[in-house]
C-alpha cells in the first residue's frame, strides 16, 4: 500500500515521505480497513519530531484517527461485513482490565493508541480488531467523519461527562480556536450554555462567534480572570474548558464561581502551574481531567454530525501525498479547524 511515512525523527517537513510499504494482514478478530480520510493532529507533528513521549521503531505509520470502509475480515470477526463504514476508535483497548469490563474502557489500562503504538491512519490500509471499531452513520460523509470524530468526542467527553455542563450555565472555552476548542462551542451551544470563547487572535474570535460563541476574550491583550468576572456581573463562571495550561490555567481556575468545575485536556503552553490550592476547598472547585472519550460518546457526536446537529470545521483538504504540506500549515497555526488527509478520487 502507500501510505505517509517517517524513517527518523525530524523538526524537517519533508521526513514525512510517500512511499509504498507493506498492507498490514487482518489477524484474528481484526479487520483490515480501506481508509478514506484522515484528520491531521497535533500529536502526529509531535511524533514526527520525536517529542511525543512515546518511541515507535522505523518505519512508521502515525495518524490517530481515520475512516473507511471494511476491506477484509480476519478469521472469528461476525459483527461486521466487508464494505461496512467504520472508524476506529483512537484508544485500542484491551477489554479485559477492570476499567474496560466497567464499560470505561476510555481509561483502559492497557490501551494502545492507533498511529503512536500501532500503524495509524496515514497509510492506504489499517488493521485493527473488530471490538475498536464504531460505525459511521449512512449521511455522514468520510471526510466529515474523520474532521469531526475527535474533536467532537473530546469536547463531549469533556463537557457533558465529565463536567456535567447544563443549559442556562456559563462555560469558558480556551484555545477556542483550535480543533477541540471549535467543537467545544458547539458541543456547548447544544447543551444550552452560555459560552466565553477565548483565544489569542482576533481572527479566531470572529470564527468563534460565528460557531456561536456569545462572548469573546483575547488572552493576548486581556487577562481571562477579570473578563469573566466582567462579563458574569462579579460572580465568575461555572465551568472552564482548559487546554493551554500555564498563566491560562491560572487565570481559569480565579475565574471559576464557588462550586463550579474546570476541565483540563492539555497543557502545551505550560505543565508545571504553580497554584494556591485554598482557592479549591475554600470555593469548592473541582478540576477533572479528561480527554479521552468512550466509543459510546464517540459514536453519539457521529450520530448528532450526522443529524447536523454539530458540524466539523475543516480547513484544508489534502491528498494523502501531501502530509508534509499538511503538517506544515499545522505547525504554522495559520488555519481554523481540521486539516484532511484524504484519497481524492476516492471519495
Ligand atoms: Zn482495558
Known sequence: MKAAIIHNYSEGFSSLSYEEVETPKPGVGEVL??????????????????IFGIEQPFPWVMGVDACGEIAELGDGVSNFSIGDRVAPHFLLTCNTCQNCLE???????????????????YGDYLKCKSTDLIRIPETLSDIDAAAGQLPFATAWESLIVAASLSAGESVLITAAGGGVGSAAIQ??????ARVIAAAGESSKLERARALGADEVINYTTDNI?????????GRGIDCALEMIGGTILKQTIGAIT???RVVVIGAHGGEQVE???????????????????TKAHASKVLSLM??????????????????????????????????????????
Open 33 to 50: 480497513i480501506r481508509v478514506k480520510a484522515r484528520a491531521v493532529n497535533h500529536c502526529d507533528t509531535d511524533l514526527r519530531k520525536g
Open 103 to 121: 464499560g470505561k474502557e476510555n481509561i483502559c489500562e492497557r490501551a494502545e493508541i492507533l498511529g503512536v503504538t500501532v500503524w495509524g491512519g
Open 225 to 233: 480572570e477579570d473578563c469573566c468576572k466582567d462579563l458574569t456581573n
Open 275 to 293: 497554584v494556591d490550592f485554598v482557592e479549591f476547598f475554600r470555593k469548592h472547585i473541582t478540576v477533572h481531567g479528561a480527554g479521552r472519550s
Open 258 to 260: 464557588p462550586g463550579g
Open 187 to 192: 458541543v456547548a451551544k447544544l447543551a444550552g
Open 306 to 347: 450526522a443529524n447536523k446537529q454539530l458540524i466539523p470545521v475543516i480547513h484544508k483538504t489534502f491528498h494523502l501525498s501531501e502530509a508534509a504540506e499538511a503538517h506544515k500549515l499545522m505547525e504554522s497555526r495559520n488555519f481554523f479547524g481540521r486539516m484532511i488527509l484524504t484519497d481524492k478520487d476516492s471519495i
